[in-house]
């Protein structure tokens, strides 16, 4: 039964900035076998029928974060979604919500590039520290606050489910958010007053309304709505107390 | 980078919304359904000489300041946020009318609370 | 490379009607939406306390037009949506709090959920019996 060869209708929007106005549909009728992923039906097409259809992809094992985009109006990775659970409707892949499109199913990610250098993302010692010192010491239960938020992918799906982040990119965005809160949150870290910095504005935590589609379309569970929305206590208890008791942390 | 102001205005949404949350049903069902019908409840509950004791009494006076009040500031931070989701520029306008108005009428039940004596 | 880069055009899609794309989206708005009602209601006691303030014909204008077939049938809705309100608040809760841990095991966000939606039902419950044992 795996083996048996059907035919699906895929309808890929394309856009070809030297040659498209406007972007478009373009149904491709791709043969696929029950264990073909939407990401091998794409290379199905490139190989196969249209060398001209451009898409980002890498690991083919969803680690790698690099083949995000819209799959039946959902963000996805095209590596761990089935064709088979469309067929024999047709089936219809767009790139990523809420970021320009470059080409075909290429967004434009610089915005969310800049945006993740800005929050820090190292470890920033609490106190110079020198080798001789060794390692730093961690418990179970210091690891597992930040251990979740640690397994981002950087795929972007949670800025195409997030309203916010589309309605005005200026806000950071639920991925970022949720790895400053990651580093805040790390025992070892002592940055959070340079990172709250963003955190207490409107482009950080306050820029989120607790959709909290993010965390349900994370492929890997980090839930970034829990990291944001979590620091808004701690955010609110600071603005009130920071003239009296400055705490300097969203921890 | 901004300190964003939120705080105070989601502190009031959360502590509205909690309320609400944990009695508001109730009272809508008493205030709403219950009195008017007679059903489950006494029509004579809210009879003005039992509503105007309940006002002069600091816990009443209290009691009515904190939902009218909080399930205001509530809807407040919620409209703002929803005018903005609906595409309507966050601006100054939107904010007049948002916090404008639930300011008025905090302002006017605290008036009309002390105005009612003890 | 420059010529690369001047053929570069990317296009930016709208957002218009972005919140009807998804079941998700839906609710959220919904949820939001229950605000207005919340808001409707506070005004509807903020009349009835002006009233109270202007006398016993005043404040009785008031009761009465509570009694209206109109406004019982208007306060079932607003019953329906704070009801719609309660459940939606407790079900994004758990998201504004840290992971509780209980003897060493973390509690999963649902168990939140459904605490807060008891402890919602027992005090609405509990109010709605206070106002049943009053007698004036």
Not at chain 1, 66 to 86: E, N, Q, V
Not at chain 2, 50 to 67: C, D, E, S, T
Not at chain 3, 61 to 83: E, M, N, Q, R, T
């Amino acid at each position: 039964m795996a083996e048996s060869t059907r035919t699906i209708e895929i309808e890929v929007l394309r856009y070809r900035p030297e040659q498209d106005t406007e972007p478009f549909y373009q149904t491709y009728s791709v043969p696929f076998t029950d264990d073909m992923s939407v990401l091998q039906g794409l290379q199905t097409i490139k190989d196969d029928l249209d060398g001209t259809l451009s898409f980002r992809w890498s690991c083919r094992m969803a680690i790698c974060g690099s083949c995000g985009m819209m799959i039946d109006g959902k963000p996805k990775l095209a590596c761990r979604t089935f064709l088979r659970h469309y067929h024999p409707k047709k089936l219809r892949i767009g790139p990523l919500e809420h970021f320009p499109i470059e080409r075909d199913l290429v967004v434009v990610v610089e915005d969310f590039i800049k945006k993740l250098e800005g929050i820090k993302p190292y470890i920033i010692p609490k106190e110079p520290r020198t080798l001789e010192e060794g390692e730093y010491l961690q418990t179970p239960a210091q690891l597992e606050k930040f251990r979740q938020f640690s397994t981002c992918i950087n795929c972007m799906l949670c800025y195409s489910a997030c309203p916010q982040y589309g309605l005005d990119s200026k806000f950071t965005g639920p991925g970022i958010l949720a790895l400053m809160h990651r580093y805040n949150a790390d025992s070892r870290d002592g940055g959070q007053a340079e990172r709250m910095e963003l955190g207490h504005s409107e482009e950080g935590v306050w820029g989120c309304t607790a959709v909290a589609y993010c965390s349900e379309v994370c492929p890997k569970g980090v839930d970034p709505a829990n990291a944001i929305n979590q620091n808004k206590m701690g955010s609110a208890i600071d603005y009130f107390l920071r003239f009296v008791a400055p705490r300097g942390a969203g921890k | 980078m901004k300190r964003a102001n939120d705080p105070i205005f989601w502190s009031l949404f959360g502590a509205g919304g909690m309320l609400s949350a944990l009695v508001g049903a109730a009272l809508v069902f008493v205030t709403g359904i219950g009195v008017p019908l007679g059903f489950l409840v006494s029509q004579d509950l809210m009879q003005y000489q039992h509503m105007l004791g309940f006002a002069h009494h600091w816990l009443g006076k209290v009691i009515v300041f904190a939902i009218i009040a909080l399930f205001l500031w509530h809807a407040a931070l919620r409209i703002f946020h929803m005018l903005h989701d609906f595409g309507v520029h966050a601006g100054t306008g939107a904010k007049l009318v948002c916090f404008g108005l639930p300011l008025l009428c905090t302002i006017a039940a605290g008036y009309w609370l002390l105005a009612l004596g003890f | 490379m420059s010529a690369q880069m001047d053929k570069r055009r990317p296009y930016v899609r709208s957002m218009a009607g972005w919140w009807t794309r998804d079941p998700y989206f839906i609710r959220y708005m919904a949820m939001e939406a229950t605000s207005v009602l919340v808001a409707v209601y506070a005004v509807i006691l903020l009349v009835g306390l002006a009233r109270l303030s202007q006398g016993e014909a005043a404040y009785n204008g008031w009761l009465d037009a509570l009694k209206s077939p109109l406004s019982v049938g208007f306060h079932v809705l607003i019953l329906l949506v704070f009801a719609y309100h309660t459940w939606s608040w407790f079900k994004i809760m758990p998201k504004t709090l840290p992971t509780i841990t209980l003897g060493g095991t973390p509690l999963p966000q649902p168990a939140i959920t459904w605490t807060g939606v008891v402890v919602a039902v027992v005090l609405n419950l509990l109010v709605l019996a206070i106002l049943m044992g009053v007698k004036p």
